[in-house]
């Protein structure tokens, strides 16, 4: 598992005209080619009455999956500029359609690459990008004399506070980037002068918006 990828939020679209011709832009995130597939084959049903519907998409954690299709425009002036786009940006796990409705004025090869490049930039815009980063859930025990000075150090520093849970201690679930577990328990360790327990709970992957970034 990668420690951290970037990939847009669940789905978005935009719209552009560049001489009288509409650019459609959709936007999803996907886990698998079938999902992919699904989300185009819908967006041709929705816009069956257009005049393109360009796609790409690239999945895996190593890009494992990269497909383009120009859907009837000159080859290469569409699907393989929007994957390109996508491989820029460093975006995983992420299918866009673009639908053309022609309006009368031909782009020629080099309008056609810049508009449905500029389609796909504005839908990821409109979408947002997020970081994802695999972290552990980490729960921390300690008692209730120490609830105060453990949650401010807490919400002063870069761990992210996810829960508190109130029983007969107080619980503090937190997230930890996987390579600072480590250095996670001794600092928290130091803070509460050795009186707490520590528990590895699960890994996830906790995602940040970096959209206006």
């Known amino acids: 598992m990668l420690d951290s990828y970037y990939t ?3 789905h978005g679209t ?3 005209t560049i001489n009288k011709s509409r650019f ?3 936007v999803k995130r996907v886990i698998s080619e079938e999902e992919a597939q699904n989300f185009i084959q ?3 049903k929705e816009h069956w009455n257009a ?3 360009c796609s790409a998409y ?4 190593k890009d494992e999956v990269q497909k383009a299709n120009d859907d009837g425009e000159p080859s290469g002036t569409a699907g393989i500029p929007m994957l390109e786009v996508l491989k820029k940006r460093q975006l995983k796990d992420t299918c866009v359609v673009v639908t053309r409705y022609f309006g009368g004025i031909k782009l020629g090869a080099g309008g056609l690459i810049r508009a449905y490049s500029s389609a796909v930039t504005e839908g990821i815009k409109e979408t947002g990008v997020v970081e994802r980063k695999r972290v552990n859930v980490m729960g921390v025990k300690v008692e209730y004399t120490l609830l105060g000075k453990v949650e401010n150090e807490l919400r002063n520093s870069s761990y992210p506070l996810k829960d508190i849970l109130y029983e007969e201690a107080v619980v ?3 997230y930890v980037p996987v390579k600072e577990s480590s250095r996670f328990s001794e600092w928290i360790t130091n803070v509460t002068n050795g009186q707490c327990s520590i528990e590895e709970l699960e890994t996830t992957y906790l995602e940040t918006d970096i959209s206006s970034s």
């Open 58 to 61: 690239m999945i895996g954690e």
């Open 42 to 44: 819908s967006i041709k």
């Open 8 to 10: 847009v939020h669940a």
């Open 51 to 53: 005049t393109h519907n």
């Open 14 to 16: 935009s719209e552009i």
């Open 24 to 26: 459609i832009s959709h």
């Open 172 to 174: 503090f679930f937190v």
